[in-house]
């Protein structure tokens, strides 16, 4: 056995002559599937399980699912991916995750409780729940893959867990026809993944620490609390408009939301390639004091994204009402009519989309400059601001309110974060003069 599992880890880690290469290509590949699943699965529930299915999976799987991986993951990855100088030991990262991976079952679960949900919607919106949360528990390995210059393993990880449970989960939906079943299954694949391709790598993995003091885990909170309120609160931003559209429409509406909001996990991929392979060269500008090349850095890559981001808008305006036809046909009869009706909140969404890929590059900034505070500020007012406007506006307007809500919470956000970056920048320019 211990023979089988060394052949085993060997062969993920293996890189060839050219790491960075490897690294840059799996990172695509890992965010491009976990993307992928993300943007379509919800779209291929519907067609398989009806309307109303589809949307009690979209809303469990996409968003309040994901509110509680966040809960779980605790905005810390981008501190420890960052955290070259090992303030704290990959143990210490790994006990406060288990922490934070109960916490956010047990909060799924409190709020089903009160939710007010039938109870077969509370049972596979907890499923998936537990999905979301083991996305949350692999990633603090994921993240110490990145700190250790192997982020080929990140991608790795990300690219057959992925693979593995979303595979698993429609098998078992078509053969027993039970979304919860289907989820059961999922979950169960899930927790196989994390086994397989996350702890008997890391393992392995020379460097890792897995040593922990329980008196580092209350100052790692501390430190990081901030960072994840502030993550907490960018998702509810992001999602406030499913959230209002749960609220106050109906299953069958999540779910044709759903599927119009699916290119914005395409527009996070694109920018995610463009971001995630510069976050440790930016790092190392800005802690050598190297504000100049740090502030050129990111507008190159700020202009990089504006690009993408305008193909992807030209793209939508022209083609968006095709797209949408053909993905009627594919869900299959009785869907005449139900998406392209929606052709202009979907280029809405895309423009919103452009936005928030826009913002995360300048969340990161400011998470290597350690201006939680300013974060923090920024989440605060814009979460305000969107528990009063999404709501009003799904009221009002259906979908279209939702899809007009997500775009200006985006926008404002977006423009609040450039401005916390390039302050941050002017006043260290100033400080280094």
Partial sequence: MRAMTKRWTGLLMRTGPDREKQNILWNMAGSFCYAFASMVLSFLVMGLAGEDEGGIFAFGYSTFGQQMFILAYFGIRPFQITDGAEEYRFGDYLHHRYATCLLAA???????????????????????????????????????????????????SNTFRTILSVGTFLAALLRSKSLIWACVAGVAAQAGGILLFDILVAERLPGVDFSWDKGRIRPLTAQTLLLFVSVFLDFYIFSAAKYAIDTCMDDKA??????????????????????????????????????????????????????????????????????????????????????????????????????????????????????????????????????????ALVRREGIMGAAGAYLILMAVMAAAFAVGTWGGIRSARGGRR
């Fill in 106 to 156: 047990a909060a799924g679960a409190g709020y089903l409780m009160v939710s007010g949900y039938t109870p077969y919607k509370a049972a596979v919106i907890f499923l998936l729940v537990c999905w979301k949360t083991a996305d949350g528990f692999a990633d603090v390995y994921e993240s110490e893959f990145q700190r250790r210059g192997h982020l080929h393993l990140t991608g790795k």
């Fill in 254 to 391: 999540s779910g044709y939301f759903n599927i119009i909001f699916m290119p914005t996990s395409v527009i996070n991929l694109a920018a995610g390639f463009v971001i995630r392979p510069v976050l440790t060269d930016l790092t190392g500008r800005w802690n050598r004091g190297q504000v100049r090349e740090f502030a050129g850095r990111l507008l190159g890559i700020s202009r990089i994204i504006g690009a993408l981001g305008l193909l992807a808008v030209v793209l939508a305006a022209g083609l968006g009402q095709p797209v949408l036809w053909v993905l009627e046909q594919v869900l299959g009869s009785g869907y005449e009519g139900s998406l392209t009706r929606y052709h202009i909140p979907f280029v809405l969404i895309i423009i919103g989309g452009v936005c928030y890929g826009f913002l995360n590059l300048h969340y990161y900034a400011l998470v290597i400059m350690r201006r939680q505070k300013a974060i923090f500020g920024i989440y605060a007012a814009l979460a305000l601001l969107a528990a009063v406007l999404a709501p």
